[in-house]
């Protein structure tokens, strides 16, 4: 027996559309922090990829012959270092007056060598790439996808370096 088309409820487009529209809010307020106080696990990828920069910046400094090369890598580094940041206070924002939530770090010296400089570099974003690839798999959301970025991102800098 078929039921009648009065008897059936009716949702309208609008009511349809409203729930649709308000799926992306409920999805930003689920990703929010729990309020725990452990460290964010992207600070030690922020804090090496800020130590990664200033490394870079030094041996750009020093082997001019490298310098275009650690110049980019300095500027890559840098963009993860500031995208991590940003994710981590999109979590916990913090008072604007406070220092960053990543420290800045020690200033870096350059291997003296050529060659132990390039191998520096290679290190370096060798041990960012897996550490953020460990990361991911642990994480859901957008903050999986910008660590897979950093992941990636390395893992080219890797291939431009050899």
Not at 48 to 60: S, T, V
Not at 98 to 122: E, Q, T
């Amino acid at each position: 027996m078929e039921l009648p088309r009065a008897s059936l409820p009716v949702i309208e487009r609008r009511r349809v559309l409203r729930l649709f529209a308000a799926a992306p809010a409920a999805a930003v307020l689920a990703a929010c922090g729990t309020g725990s106080d452990e460290p964010d696990q992207l600070l030690p990828l922020a804090t090496a990829a800020k130590a990664d920069a200033a490394l870079a910046n030094a041996i750009a400094r020093r082997h001019s012959g490298m310098a275009e090369t650690a110049r980019e890598l300095a500027a890559a580094r840098t963009a993860h270092a500031d995208a991590l940041q940003r994710e981590i206070d999109r979590v916990a924002p913090r008072d604007p007056e406070d220092p960053p939530s990543v420290p800045d770090p020690a200033p870096k010296k350059a291997p003296s060598s050529a060659d132990a400089a390039a191998d520096a570099l290679r290190a370096a974003v060798r041990e960012g790439q897996e550490q953020a690839a460990k990361l991911v798999p642990g994480l859901s959301g957008y903050r999986a996808g910008v660590v897979a970025s950093v992941s990636a991102s390395c893992a080219c800098l890797q291939e431009v370096l050899g």
